[in-house]
């Protein structure tokens, strides 16, 4: 069974205006739930072993507080074509993955990986988690789906989990 974790960005600061949105760092409240998520996934047994994350700022620290709560570090790729991205795009990423990874991790932006989440949840997946993802899908929630079959033939999973900061803290 494969395992795929759709994270978005942790919360980034809009305190300098003057700054482009690639470079918007993290805001406080980010650094805390990008911390939470990292040792989340670690509680749950949840470790990619490949990352895929957007080049921008706030993705990249993103990743680097939820590595740091990680019993293993995987291996990680920044993917320019996740900046900005629609569901189809990412989708096309994941489609890349060798094979042999059983679990990987995408840390982008929204509404890409919102669509995403809900464009894959199919028949099986956990009612409580679509709910909470057709609410909201705010700064660092994560949604977890799993799939038999390889990744490049990845269209349908079951949404198992979708876990927001406050639901955990």
Request: contains cysteine; charged residues 30%.
């Amino acid at each position: 069974m494969k395992q795929l974790l759709l994270l978005r960005h942790a919360k980034s600061s809009w305190d300098d205006p003057g700054l482009d949105d690639f470079d918007r760092p993290l805001a406080e409240r980010g650094v805390k739930a990008a911390r939470l998520m990292g040792r989340e996934l670690t509680a749950r047994d949840w470790l990619p072993e490949l990352a895929l994350v957007s080049p921008t700022l706030r993705t990249r620290d993103t990743w680097r507080l939820v590595a740091a709560e990680l019993p293993v570090l995987p291996e990680i790729t920044f993917v320019e074509a996740l900046y900005d991205a629609s569901a189809a795009d990412i989708l096309s990423q994941i489609r890349k993955t060798d094979g042999s990874r059983r679990c990987l991790v995408v840390i982008g932006h929204n509404p890409g990986l919102e669509d995403l989440a809900k464009q894959l949840a199919g028949p099986g997946s956990e009612a409580k988690a679509r709910k909470r993802l057709d609410e909201k899908f705010p700064t660092a929630a994560l949604a977890r789906v799993v799939f038999e079959g390889d990744w490049s033939g990845l269209s349908s999973a079951q949404l198992t989990h979708c876990l927001r900061p406050k639901d955990l803290g």
